[in-house]
T-cell receptor, first 113, second 112 residues
Framework: GAGVSQTPSNKVTEKGKYVELRCDPI?????LYWYRQSLGQGPEFLIYFQGTGAADDSGLPNDRFFAVRPEGSVSTLKIQRTERGDSAVYLCASSLTGAGGQYFGPGTRLTVL | GESVGLHLPTLSVQEGDNSIINCAYSNSASDYFIWYKQESGKGPQFIIDIRSNMDKRQGQRVTVLLNKTVKHLSLQIAATQPGDSAVYFCAESTSGTYKYIFGTGTRLKVLA
């Protein structure tokens, strides 16, 4: 079946602009995660959704970052007033319940010029 | 695709040999651990997991060992193949949090 998909695969933007990154989880998976991965580092937790609600958003670095999952399926990560330090690969993962292994998407590479 | 882990510790093994990748975790309350494989330009792929009530778990060609006393996790890959070349990450979690903390990763290079 279809895995986790993320769009766009690459996004180049200018400092100060607003961006949206989309994640389509595996159908039926109630848990959805966003991570950020910088070059040479492991994925860094940002936020976890269980259904429509953000169960844990403790990893969001500041209030420029926000994520939604209005219908409990697709999620959008929103970054306002982007900074060069936001450049990274943003990974989305889903799992059936939240407990157990996660299935990752291919990521969106964000470059802020 | 983007190369993952340009500055990561690297383990080079000969094809057919066994590989052992190590991971130290920090939180003594962590009770669930996962090993992931990440190839260049792709997201991490689940390999094997283990809960803290076990000290060993085996899969197909892979074994995970957990030593809670020293907070150490290892991944053993038997008969390493060229397709095993990738960056390997361990991740830890605590029951009820569903928040996963990833280690820094190890690059595995399989030499023909």
């Amino acid at each position: 079946g279809a895995g986790v998909s993320q769009t766009p695969s690459n996004k180049v933007t200018e400092k100060g602009k607003y961006v949206e990154l989309r994640c389509d989880p595996i159908s039926g998976h109630t848990a959805l995660y966003w991570y950020r991965q910088s070059l040479g580092q492991g994925p860094e937790f940002l936020i976890y959704f269980q259904g429509t609600g953000a169960a844990d958003d403790s990893g969001l670095p500041n209030d420029r970052f926000f994520a939604v999952r209005p219908e409990g399926s697709v999620s959008t990560l929103k970054i306002q007033r982007t900074e060069r330090g936001d450049s990274a690969v943003y990974l989305c993962a889903s799992s059936l319940t939240g407990a157990g292994g996660q299935y990752f998407g291919p990521g969106t590479r964000l470059t802020v010029l | 695709g983007e190369s993952v882990g340009l500055h990561l510790p690297t383990l080079s093994v000969q094809e057919g040999d066994n590989s052992i990748i190590n991971c130290a975790y920090s939180n003594s309350a962590s009770d669930y651990f996962i090993w992931y494989k990440q190839e260049s330009g792709k997201g991490p792929q689940f390999i094997i997991d283990i809960r803290s009530n076990m000290d060993k778990r085996q899969g197909q060609r892979v074994t995970v060992l957990l030593n809670k006393t020293v907070k150490h996790l290892s991944l053993q890959i038997a008969a390493t193949q060229p397709g095993d070349s990738a960056v390997y990450f361990c991740a830890e979690s605590t029951s009820g949090t569903y928040k996963y903390i990833f280690g820094t990763g190890t690059r595995l290079k399989v030499l023909a």
